[in-house]
T-cell receptor, first 113, second 114 residues
Framework: ETGVTQSPTHLIKTRGQQVTLRCSSQ?????VSWYQQALGQGPQFIFQ???????GRGNFPPRFSGLQFPNYSSELNVNALELDDSALYLC????????????FGPGTRLLVL | AQSVTQLDSQVPVFEEAPVELRCNYS??????LFWYVQYPNQGLQLLLK??????LVKSINGFEAEFNKSQTSFHLRKPSVHISDTAEYFC????????????FGKGTRLSVIA
């Protein structure tokens, strides 16, 4: 059984650019959630996707957007990057009927200069 | 809405000593509770969870946590820590009524000293 994977592992961008982060969910999982973890903080919920539709959103601006594909993999897109977007971005997946228990990937560390 | 308070940002402890990492939560609905561990430069690993049933839950590596509804707490304990337990520990809560996101505390850094 393959766990949650994310790519890339690290990324450096400049202010104003756009970035796409990718996540493959654990086998059999159909729900994907994205979190932002700033340095020294706990993860903050960005949004969740279920059956290719957004199924909940945290307090993040619209320039944070996402997609979920038929194979349940997912993308997080961030437009007009700001310095404060520098963080570890974590993807988590959960299984049908057990959506409260989320399994996390290793994360993508984004640095915005 | 839910919130989590982890009362200690850092906990240093000597190897083979016991440890308790404190977690209190706030919620207007019934909850599920979780502890996750994060090793340096890694993602989060699920350590243990309380969904229902016995209020004392245990992990495979010797940690345990007890759900106390009256005190709205879910403290994490281990009777004897190892160097390899050095990591950041996060308490998280979610409502049990449906698709609500995990709300995390700010984390407690456990440093085990040889």
């Amino acid at each position: 059984e393959t766990g949650v994977t994310q790519s890339p592992t690290h990324l450096i961008k400049t202010r104003g650019q756009q970035v796409t982060l990718r996540c493959s969910s654990q086998s059999g999982h159909n729900t994907v959630s994205w979190y932002q973890q700033a340095l020294g903080q706990g993860p903050q919920f960005i949004f969740q996707y279920y059956r290719e539709e957004e199924n909940g959103r945290g307090n993040f601006p619209p320039r944070f957007s996402g997609l979920q594909f038929p194979n349940y993999s997912s993308e997080l897109n961030v437009n007009a990057l700001e310095l404060d977007d520098s963080a570890l971005y974590l993807c988590a997946s959960s299984s049908p009927g057990r959506q409260e228990t989320q399994y996390f990937g290793p994360g993508t560390r984004l640095l915005v200069l | 809405a839910q919130s989590v308070t982890q009362l200690d940002s850092q906990v240093p402890v000597f190897e083979e000593a016991p440890v308790e990492l404190r977690c209190n939560y706030s919620s207007s609905v019934s909850v599920y509770l979780f502890w996750y561990v994060q090793y340096p430069n890694q993602g989060l690993q699920l350590l243990l969870k309380y969904l229902s049933g016995s209020t004392l839950v245990k992990s495979i590596n010797g940690f345990e946590a007890e759900f106390n509804k009256s005190q709205t707490s879910f403290h994490l304990r281990k009777p004897s820590v190892h160097i390899s337990d050095t990591a950041e520990y996060f308490c998280a809560v979610t409502g049990n009524s449906g698709n609500t996101p995990l709300v995390f505390g700010k984390g407690t850094r456990l440093s085990v000293i040889a």
